[in-house]
């Protein structure tokens, strides 16, 4: 595994500039407590636990970059790693955008993560990091999916949908992060898609938009995004098993 004496230096922004209002009122979700600990930090520290990562930089919500700094700095994180704090957009997009911008110029392989995947494990990272490095423009960590997919034509709210189409389930992944970009690459996606409207949720979606190529590499099942309060559930008891094994 390369380290950062390497010519190839990489960097993870993490957007956490927004609220997450699925899992209810009060805190951003970033900034939910997970094990006693905000999701945003163990966010920070699954990809710090990469040696191929030397710099991690947050997005934070444009009024409490200050907050999250000082949020940072009171948790121990690793030291070989540096650590930035930007203020963020009105959208995802806009907010990858500015982290993005703020990153050194020896960095050529950009990680872009969920705050919201706290649990990703240092081996998937590595993974999407290997993958660029070989060649790779986009990378995208993915799972197959257990359930069969309906494709509906949206109707009225509560009311039946009909089913337009089965998809293949074989063709078919639920894409996790982080995603994996040569900075190049990802730069050029920003620019070509306008930042009007909501902003784009997936990054390998902008780099598809250029026409270049994205890959899969698998996914873990731990990398699941906390969304809804029964995904907070779930998180515990990864988090708690995790201790109890490692010590982590």
Do not use: C, W
Not at 63 to 73: C, E, T
Not at 99 to 120: C, F, N, Q, S, Y
Not at 177 to 195: C, E, I, K, S, Y
């Amino acid at each position: 595994m390369s380290d950062e004496s390497s010519p190839h230096r990489t960097a993870a922004v993490i957007p956490a500039a927004g609220r997450g209002i699925r899992l209810g009122p009060g805190a951003p979700k970033a900034l939910r407590t997970l094990g006693g600990t905000p999701m945003l930090i163990h966010a920070v520290r699954a990809m710090a636990a990469s040696r191929t990562v030397s710099l991690v930089v947050v997005v934070a919500p444009p009024d409490d970059a200050a907050a999250v700094k000082l949020l940072l700095d009171e948790h121990s994180l690793p030291t070989r790693t540096d650590y930035l704090v930007v203020p963020g957009g009105e959208t995802r997009q806009e907010s990858v955008r500015l982290g993005v911008e703020a990153l050194p110029d020896d960095i050529t392989t950009v990680l872009v993560h969920d705050a919201a995947r706290p649990l990703v494990p240092v081996d998937t990272v590595d993974a999407v990091v290997d993958a660029v490095r070989a060649g790779a423009p986009a990378v995208v960590p993915a799972m197959p999916l257990a359930d069969t997919v309906k494709e509906v034509e949206p109707g009225e709210k509560d009311q039946p949908e009909p089913v337009v189409a089965t998809p293949e389930r074989a063709r078919l992944r639920a894409v996790q992060t982080p995603q994996g970009f040569d900075r190049d690459t990802l730069v050029r996606a920003h620019l070509n898609v306008p930042l009007a409207g909501q902003g784009a949720t997936d990054d390998a979606g902008l780099v598809e938009q250029l026409g270049a190529p994205v890959v899969v590499v698998p996914g873990h099942e731990e990398a699941f995004k906390v969304t809804r309060p029964l995904d907070l559930v779930l998180a515990e008891a990864v988090l708690a098993r995790r201790r109890a094994n490692d010590g982590f």
